[in-house]
């Protein structure tokens, strides 16, 4: 149950935030999404909370505040937090190589020319280090995103650690990555990957734990968040929503349902930090409100003060943005003014981002177009659910950015 306050209480219009109700009714109403969420928090306290249309279309239920959502890279935050978990007991250094903890990437090879059998490399020669794989400048690459020699390299090996939720393990899956050659040297260019996944499998190494163990303990049962999960609970699966994949038309179609057929209901042999986690609109929000809390949620500390200030800044070299760093877009938003730091992106330069937000915003979102944002210097946290894949089908995180920063009002 999410409890609401008055806006006015926390410094917010309530006619001013039900124009976010509108702007969820035009996405619904015009069949864009089947249903969706939104929920804004202030200072700690809920002032909006509302959906639209259906969590399954098919039976006519409605959204409700406790449905669960595949959540995709929101999961990967998570990650990266039981990862700085570890780092505060000392068990490794953001400098050192990957390859001490997972000797699989110890003979990395760089990509240079050509492709399959005539594909030209050489010794990487610069170690993968542990941050690099937190900021995504390992050099590594979706397979089913890079077009490139190396995307085609991952294919044919079968390197796909969301597609294999029950294939193997995430051992056998990281080892596999391991012997794909890398795009681009380590530390010298920003590309969205496999970085979080390879990240998953370094802590299961260093933790002497697998994954969803690491996550449970250090993460999700500390803040209460009882609905989070690589694989749903059976009991659990009538509170799943629907998931739907954008047509070229413009059409939605079905891809996975809301019932306990859902393919993220079975079993999971292969944990992907990456992108493998099921959660809810209030679940999510107390992992956001640890991150606003700076580590600690209602008595509840996860990471330290100074750890989650120093995993939330930017820590791309040269306080570099990710137009800078090779990647102007991604998903439906433009990255001028945005740099990444060891668990998601963070704001640098507001006025050069051209959006409503602050400095030092720290926010990230899923591929079914879920999103949310943490913004410590407003006390706002905002949350918005649906599914439909890909995330890039319209530009509802930069609008709703507009909606909710229009409502403060002191």
Request: negative net charge; hydrophobic residues 40%; glycine residues 10%.
């Amino acid at each position: 149950m999410i409890n609401t306050v008055r806006p006015a209480r926390v410094g917010m219009s309530a006619e001013r935030l039900e124009r976010i109700g509108g702007w969820m009714d035009s996405y619904v109403d015009s069949g864009k999404l089947p249903g969706c969420m939104t929920l804004v928090a202030r200072h700690g306290q809920v002032a909006y909370l509302d959906s639209r249309g259906m969590a399954d279309e098919e039976a006519g239920r409605p959204i409700a505040p406790d449905d669960i959502f595949r959540i995709y890279s929101m999961s990967k935050p998570i990650v990266s937090a039981a990862a700085m978990a570890l780092y505060e007991e000392g068990l490794f250094q953001l400098d050192d190589p990957v390859a001490r903890y997972l000797p699989e990437f110890g003979d990395g090879q760089l990509w240079l020319d050509g492709e399959g059998a005539d594909m030209k490399t050489e010794p990487v020669g610069d170690a993968m280090q542990v941050w690099h794989l937190m900021t995504h400048t390992s050099g590594l690459v979706y397979g089913n995103r890079e077009d490139g020699a190396v995307g085609a390299a991952y294919r044919a090996a079968g390197v796909d650690f969301s597609g294999s939720r029950n294939v193997g393990t995430l051992e056998e899956m990281t080892k596999r990555l391991a012997a794909m050659p890398l795009r681009w040297r380590p530390g010298t260019r920003w590309e969205y990957s496999v970085s979080t996944d390879a990240l998953g499998r370094f802590i299961e190494a260093v933790a002497g734990a697998p994954l969803d163990e690491v996550l449970r303990t250090r993460i999700f049962e500390p803040l209460g968040m009882n609905d989070t999960y690589f694989q749903l609970p059976a009991e659990k699966a009538d509170r799943l929503t629907s998931l739907f994949t954008k047509q070229a038309d413009g059409s939605r179609t079905e891809t996975d349902p809301a019932s306990a057929e859902s393919s993220w209901v079975k079993p999971v042999t292969l944990f992907s930090g990456g992108g493998g986690l099921v959660s809810t609109a209030s679940d999510y929000l107390k992992f956001c409100e640890m991150l606003r809390g700076l580590g600690a949620y209602e008595g509840a500390r996860v990471l330290g003060r100074k750890t989650a200030e120093y995993m939330m800044r930017n820590h791309l070299p040269g306080n570099a943005d990710l137009t800078s760093m090779g990647q102007p877009v991604f998903s439906e938003t433009a990255y001028d003014g945005i740099g990444f730091s060891l668990a998601g992106s963070v704001v640098i330069d507001a006025a050069k981002a051209k959006a409503l937000c602050s400095e030092g915003e720290f926010a990230w979102g899923g591929v079914a177009s879920t999103g949310f944002w943490v913004d410590r210097a407003e006390g706002i946290v905002a949350i918005f659910m649906t599914q439909l894949m890909p995330s890039s089908s319209y530009p509802i995180r930069r609008e709703l950015r507009s909606l909710v920063y229009q409502a403060i009002t002191e």
